[in-house]
Nanobody, 124 residues
Framework: QVQLVESGGGLVQAGGSLRLSCAAS????????MGWFRQAPGKEREFVAA????????YYADSVKGRFTISRDNAKNTVYLQMYNLKPEDTAVYYC?????????????????WGQGTQVTVSP
């Protein structure tokens, strides 16, 4: 079992930045690929970014490529999502998730554990 707790969400103006953190506890964090997903009201949960267990590989949704950076610190059992140049369409609840799939999985059903989410709101 892996427990995930996100933090760092909030309200920011368009063009601003936020850094989300996801702290993991339980089973060996470094054994899991990690991902970030988001869900806006009335929309399906969508993939944002993923990072392999070692941190050597990353993968991004086209909508955030060049603006968001995913990273991890296995010594701290934490994964991060640095978000730059935020847009109103980035407004959503952001979830981190852990996957036993090798590589950088991008489908929600590839993930075994999920956090409760943190709200990100970007004002125009």
């Amino acid at each position: 079992q892996v427990q995930l707790v996100e933090s760092g969400g909030g309200l920011v103006q368009a063009g601003g930045s936020l850094r989300l953190s996801c702290a993991a506890s339980g089973r060996t964090f470094s054994g899991y690929a990690m991902g970030w997903f988001r869900q806006a009201p009335g929309k399906e949960r969508e993939f944002v970014a993923a990072i392999s267990w070692s941190g050597d590989s990353t993968y991004y949704a086209d909508s955030v490529k060049g603006r968001f950076t995913i990273s991890r610190d296995n010594a701290k059992n934490t994964v991060y999502l640095q978000m730059y140049n935020l847009k109103p369409e980035d407004t959503a609840v952001y979830y981190c998730a852990a996957s036993s799939v090798v590589g950088t999985p991008f489908r929600p059903n590839q993930y075994n554990y999920w956090g409760q989410g943190t709200q990100v709101t970007v004002s125009p």
